[in-house]
């Protein structure tokens, strides 16, 4: 997932909303989703260019370190 389009897609006041943002690799674009969560957001998911995606608990298994992100968005 190097130098591409990330969405990051998170619930506000039972809203959702996406943040498009350009990341260097998936662990950059996981330090942006915990920084989400850190502020207060919930549901963040993580969507990449060629559809890959990780939400729900497994994203949120990844951001607190319980589990490993890969390349393509899977918790392991």
């Known amino acids: 997932m190097k130098c591409c389009s990330t969405v ?8 959702y909303f996406c ?3 350009t990341t260097n690799d ?4 996981l330090s942006k ?7 207060g957001l919930v549901n963040v998911s993580i969507v990449d260019q060629a559809g890959h995606k ?3 608990n497994e994203s949120m298994a990844c951001i607190t370190a ?5 390349e393509d ?3 392991v």
Request: charged share 35%; hydrophobic share 35%; with cysteine.
């Open 8 to 15: 990051l897609r998170y619930r506000l006041a039972e809203k």
């Open 66 to 70: 319980k589990k490993t992100i890969t």
């Open 33 to 39: 989703a915990r920084q989400m969560c850190e502020t």
């Open 54 to 56: 990780i939400d729900g």
């Open 19 to 21: 943040l498009a943002e």
């Open 26 to 29: 998936v662990h950059e674009t």
């Open 73 to 75: 968005l899977r918790a």
